[in-house]
């Protein structure tokens, strides 16, 4: 019997928009709201996840999302950019480096595996596109979705500016060849 679980690329619609608004509200908040104000957080997520934000998002002829669906229900969402100069060297190339922008499993899907199917697929995805590395940029104080990063592969080459609400932050910029 096949699994109920499936991870599919998203369709570019609003009804999508609208399930990825609500779904990376909640897992944002779950992640972060413990370590910020709830002003930066409110600022945030005002900002990044409107439906409108989320359709213009989902919309980028160079984003894919992969959604992960438990029979129809949202657990889990990958966003890949290709061609991304996050933590590239002034002046290079960058049309065959992908970033994984965002990577959000439900807080009771953690842990289970689904984040590193997810990532599986983006790596995947990535490769077949003819893309030679997949860099992303990770939170100085998330030291769980660091392990994880580090546990695939990834390494550190840098570190960039990261604004939630009022609050600059810093992410560490990490690299995985491909
Ligand atoms: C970070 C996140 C994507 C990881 O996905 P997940 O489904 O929880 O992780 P998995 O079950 O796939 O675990 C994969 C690996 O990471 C390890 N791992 C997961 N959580 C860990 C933790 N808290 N501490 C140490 N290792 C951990 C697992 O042991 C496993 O290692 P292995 O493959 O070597 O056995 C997920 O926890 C998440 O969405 N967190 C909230 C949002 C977030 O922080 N996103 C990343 C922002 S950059």
């Known amino acids: ?4 679980l499936r991870i599919v690329p998203a369709k570019r619609t609003a009804a999508t ?4 608004a609500e779904f990376g509200r909640q897992t944002f908040q779950d992640t ?3 370590q910020n104000t709830a002003e930066d957080m409110a600022l945030y997520v005002a900002e ?3 439906p409108e934000q989320q359709l213009a ?3 980028d002829p160079n984003t894919i999302f992969f959604l992960a669906l ?6 889990g969402y990958a966003k890949l950019t290709i061609g991304s100069g996050l933590g590239a060297e002034p002046g290079a190339d960058v049309r065959n480096r992908a970033e994984l922008q ?3 499993v439900q807080e009771d899907w953690q842990g289970t595996g689904l984040g590193a199917s997810l990532l599986r ?5 990535t490769r077949q596109r003819g893309c030679r590395s997949l860099v992303l940029s990770v939170w100085e104080k998330n030291e769980k979705a660091q392990e994880f990063y580090r546990r695939k592969g990834f390494k550190q080459i840098g570190e960039t500016e990261f604004r939630v609400g009022n609050d600059v932050q810093t992410d560490y910029v990490l690299r995985r060849g491909l």
């Open 17 to 20: 928009a609208a399930q990825l």
């Open 32 to 34: 972060y709201a413990a």
């Open 48 to 50: 990044n996840f409107g």
């Open 70 to 75: 438990m029979q129809q229900q949202l657990v």
């Open 1 to 4: 019997m096949s699994s109920p």
């Open 102 to 104: 965002r990577l959000y």
């Open 121 to 125: 697929r983006c790596l995947d995805e």
């Open 57 to 59: 998002e989902l919309q």
